[in-house]
């Protein structure tokens, strides 16, 4: 080979190389677990976690409290590794360390710096040294088994912290046992204390082992080490360390969890991680995840599009946690005592942060994608209602939380029906969905309302005058008879959704009519939803948007945001505006004021701004456009909410409470082009059509619900340039309608978009 056919051979290598890296690159590649964890939640970064795993192992630079906790970008030191990172659950800290054994000073004593050039994260895994002990750590896991690798690099000796004692985020442990069972095991338990949130205790058992034998065991309580007479410790603030010869190199540990028993935390362990081959384990881990975000494939983006594509659909697969063992057995905590209970229809058993508006989010993706993962979750709420008699709004190690307001879950359960999905006690699910739906059900519990009977959610108002007012007394948070009345209207549809469905025609007749109650809280004098006093009256000193937490009367929003939520009757709220020309001039005019500044109502001020993505109220708006005769003007709004929360650095990206999944699940609609004011729960569900953001997109449908195998949207044109539909075929044939039915989607098929950097004003209507 000679010097000038040199430069052609290497760039044929390079060309050839890059389309091989392409094609080989996967969906799992894609994901970036460090996007916007600036500003963290406990439950919201976990990398070495399978999809919804018990076990969600990461490292942990910040321990107090429910938001700015766990991992932070920011943050220099790391102060353990934790393996539960749930709603409203914590536990099981680990640190390895060297040199003193200083385990019995708290965490401030033990933590040590580390550095994101020596970091690596992705789905199920993560490494990084501790800089202060020479320790290179690893971390991946199974579904209910943490696995921790560890490289030490000096020759001081090693010590394995195990601080279970410790206050993690909003847990104060109450009490802790660790017994060493060998010089290789430990197993004992963790009482997580309760909060206003999570009002009875959690025991959380573990069983561990490691690798190489440990040379001491010790204990402390209260900070001050104690000698130790028996092989264990018990009480609160209580902590143990193992330590090893200075001589060891390379150390494995496995951490399995259990909420029943500790002979279940054995059990788990030996079902999933027999073995102590870590690379296998970091393998299938890898490869499961993959196995999930190939569901949907996209091609044709930016890398960017990809990056935040692939890390939302993380999202939605992660942060809701199997509580279940390997057998199936799960804690029920809804009774006088704790109960130990076997999950129906070999289903796991979920712990959840509430499902408050979810129906623009997780119920339209799963429904269409993770059909199996809906099925879970209403056998979960099936089992829950059984054991305790109400059908939860989100559970916490087998607690009613009483998160949040109203019945979310009527909605998921509509989707799945309406769907097909109902591998479940479906009359079981209908008697306590419509049990929620009265005095004595769900609804009356206002946010955090934790007795019984409850009055804060006000459905004595709802029932007796068509409205919930304000100035409800009691205890509970989140008393807003404005949003209450909206969103008990729409609950009322997604419920008449059902009955028509099981045809209870008298149920279905009482709550459509009742889903009109929306219409009590309008004030034509003002043109908003305006909330009423407990007179009748409307309030005084009212505005649309107030620079606030939230404006009287709305949960977490405003009047601007609230008066469009009415999912289930568009056309009728266009009426109160005075018609659809009103409706769209007002609609659009809150997109152009928000338009300067999209971020204004980040950071808790969810009332000051006339639309907000970082919360769930206003998450349907940018898609009412559709239903409003304007469908350009959805593709416009939904591309600009698209780059506005499109950012992919650890600084940017969700700009508020991604909320275990939802704003991710979101993004991954908006993306795909495919979206449902009214949640997907009507008896004949139907998508709306936006623009993707990628040239192909192919959802993969699970054959055990959806036999036809794919339905595979596509571009002509640039999607990154050119946003406006221009026209749209279905398998060859013409489709003018902004509709799209979820039966013809589940039946497989090609959907082309032709777009144009111009809107085409007479598509879609």
Not at 362 to 370: D, E, I, T
Not at 568 to 587: A, C, K, T, V, W
Not at 719 to 728: D, K
């Amino acid at each position: 080979m000679n010097r000038t056919s040199l430069p052609i051979y290497l760039i044929l290598c390079i060309f050839l190389g890059g389309m091989l890296h392409a094609q080989t690159r996967q969906p799992v590649d894609y994901v970036n677990p460090l996007i916007d964890t600036h500003k963290s939640r406990w439950f919201y970064f976990s990398s070495a976690s399978r999809p919804f795993g018990m076990v969600n192992l990461s490292p942990d630079t910040n321990v107090k409290g429910s938001w700015e906790s766990g991992y932070l970008y920011d943050s220099t030191t790391v102060r353990c590794f934790s393996h539960v990172h749930a709603w409203q659950m914590s536990g099981v800290p680990v640190m390895p360390t060297t040199g003193e054994m200083r385990g019995h000073l708290g965490m401030d004593a033990t933590q040590s710096p580390f550095s994101h050039d020596t970091e690596e994260v992705a789905p199920g895994y993560h490494k990084l040294h501790l800089d202060r002990y020479d320790v290179d750590v690893e971390l991946t896991s199974t579904t209910r088994v943490g696995l921790h690798k560890y490289r030490f690099n000096d020759d001081r000796d090693r010590h394995l912290i195990f601080d279970t004692g410790a206050f993690l985020a909003h847990d104060s442990t109450d009490y802790s046992m660790v017994r060493r069972v060998s010089p290789t095991e430990l197993e004992g338990y963790v009482i997580m204390g309760r909060t206003h949130r999570r009002p009875k205790p959690v025991k959380l058992y573990f069983y561990a082992q490691t690798s190489a034998a440990a040379t001491d065991f010790g204990g402390w309580r209260k900070g001050a080490v104690e000698a130790l007479t028996t092989d264990s410790i018990a009480g609160k603030d209580v902590g143990v360390y193992l330590t090893f010869d200075p001589g060891l190199r390379d150390l494995q540990l496995k951490v399995a969890l259990s909420y029943t028993s500790p002979a279940n935390a054995r059990a788990n362990m030996a079902a999933e991680l027999d073995h102590w081959d870590f690379a296998r384990v970091r393998r299938e881990s890898r490869e499961q995840w993959n196995d999930m975000l190939s569901r949907i494939e996209v091609s044709g983006g930016t890398e960017e599009r990809h990056v935040k594509f692939y890390t939302d659909l993380w999202h939605a697969l992660l942060g809701r946690r199997i509580i279940s063992d390997v057998d199936g057995s799960y804690i029920d905590n809804t009774g006088a005592s704790p109960v130990v209970r076997t999950t129906t229809n070999n289903y796991p058993h979920y712990n959840f942060d509430a499902w408050w508006g979810s129906h623009w989010s997780l119920n339209q993706l799963w429904s269409l994608a993770y059909p199996e993962i809906m099925d879970g979750f209403c056998n979960t709420m099936v089992d829950m209602y059984k054991n305790g008699g109400l059908i939860p709004r989100g559970p916490s190690g087998g607690n009613y939380t009483y998160v949040m307001i109203g019945d979310p879950a009527v909605s998921f359960f509509a989707a799945a029906l309406n769907k097909g999905i109902d591998n479940y006690d479906v009359e079981a699910a209908y008697e306590g969905l419509r049990k929620n739906a009265f005095v004595g059900g769900i609804r009356d519990h206002a946010g955090y309302e934790h007795r019984t009977p409850a009055f804060g959610g006000g459905m004595q108002y709802y029932e007796e005058r068509g409205y919930v007012p304000e100035g409800i007394p009691g205890p509970g948070g989140h008393r807003d008879g404005a949003s209450m009345t909206l969103e008990y209207a729409y609950q009322d549809w997604c419920l008449a959704q059902i009955a028509q469905l099981l045809g209870k025609d008298d149920d279905y007749a009482f709550f459509m009519k009742r889903s009109q109650n929306y219409r009590n809280i309008w004030n034509p004098a003002t043109g908003f939803m305006h909330p009423r006093e407990m007179d009748g009256s409307w309030i005084e000193d009212f505005a649309p948007v107030v620079e606030e937490f939230n404006a009287r009367g709305f949960c977490e929003a405003n009047s601007a945001i609230y008066t469009h939520y009415v999912p289930h009757d568009i056309p009728g709220l266009m009426d109160l505006f005075g018609g659809r020309e009103n409706y769209l001039d007002s609609l659009n005019g809150s997109f152009e004021k928000a338009q300067a500044d999209w971020l204004k109502a980040a950071d808790k001020v969810h009332a000051a701004n006339w639309v907000d993505y970082g919360n769930q109220p206003g998450t349907g708006m940018a898609h009412l456009f559709n239903l409003a005769g304007a469908p350009h003007l959805s593709q416009k709004w939904v591309r600009e909410i698209k780059n506005a929360y499109g950012e992919t650095t650890p600084h940017g990206g969700y700009h508020g409470d991604e909320d275990q999944g939802q704003m991710g699940a979101l993004g991954v609609l908006m993306a795909i082009g495919l979206f449902s004011v009214d949640g997907s729960a009507a008896a004949e569900p139907t998508y709306e059509i936006t623009t993707p953001v990628f040239k192909e997109v192919t959802v993969h449908l699970d054959s055990t619900y959806y036999p036809a195998g794919r339905f595979t949207i596509r571009v002509e044109g640039e999607p990154e340039t050119q946003l406006y539909i221009q026209s749209t075929e279905l398998d060859g044939a013409e489709w003018e309608s902004v509709h799209l039915p979820f039966d013809r989607v589940i039946r497989g098929g090609d959907l082309l978009i032709r777009v144009g950097e111009e809107p085409d004003f007479d598509w879609g209507h």
